[in-house]
């Protein structure tokens, strides 16, 4: 035969005051890791410098930008997960008695990741699938921001005599996590990092 069992008051009392300071004490974790966080280097996406060239038929872009990745995105590039890093390009037209009117947009994706056996950050042009591996994080990122040659748009696109305006921004493109650290990034600024555009009349580079 089975007896029941029963719980005293006492001990339920004392298993609720438990709880109670287990409950504290990861507040405290929670408190103390938000502390940390908010002491870590919260990252910098910044576009120093951009312009574009005519070479031929085609305009080429040229950026210079700084790359810092947050503390929290650095972890868990270190954990296995892969980042993708965005490059933003728009070209509109000015007219004069109405807003402006879109020509040409670019997405150009670049995926780092840190492959642990080799100590190595490897960088894949998600565009043309061409990769490189650096040694450091400070490599990866200085090869990222360096943009050199980039096809922005054939020159019989444009209009002869018509003004047109180039804007450029950066990215840590939080669309592309998987599905909980995105949730993360929505809550945590941390995790989503964007440049200011950086603009300028196309012919007044």
């Not at 029941?4 to 504290?24: D, E, N, P």
């Not at 939080?174 to 989503?192: K, M």
Request: hydrophobic letters at 40%.
């Amino acid at each position: 035969m089975y007896r029941a069992l029963t719980i005293s008051a006492g001990a339920t009392r004392l298993f609720a005051g438990a709880l109670k300071i287990l409950v504290f004490a990861a507040l405290l974790l929670g408190l103390g890791r938000t502390t940390v966080a908010q002491d870590a280097d919260p990252g910098r996406f910044e576009i120093r410098s951009a312009d574009v060239k005519l070479k031929g038929d085609v305009y080429y872009l040229d950026a210079w930008m700084e790359l810092r990745l947050p503390q929290e995105a650095h972890e868990a590039l270190r954990s296995g997960v892969p980042l993708t890093i965005r490059l933003d390009v728009e070209l509109t037209y000015n007219r004069r008695w109405w807003v402006d009117g879109d020509v040409a947009s670019l997405r150009q994706r670049y995926q780092l990741d840190y492959h642990a056996l080799t100590e190595r950050y490897v960088v894949t042009n998600l565009n043309s699938r061409d990769r490189t591996s650096f040694p450091t994080l400070f490599g990866a990122l200085n090869h990222l921001g360096r943009i050199e040659n980039l096809p922005l748009i054939d020159a019989s696109l444009l209009e002869r005599g018509r003004s047109y305006d180039l804007r450029v921004r950066v990215v840590l493109d939080t669309e592309r996590y998987p599905g909980p650290l995105r949730l993360l990034a929505f809550w945590r600024r941390d995790f989503s990092l964007a440049s200011d555009w950086y603009e300028w009349r196309l012919g007044d580079e």
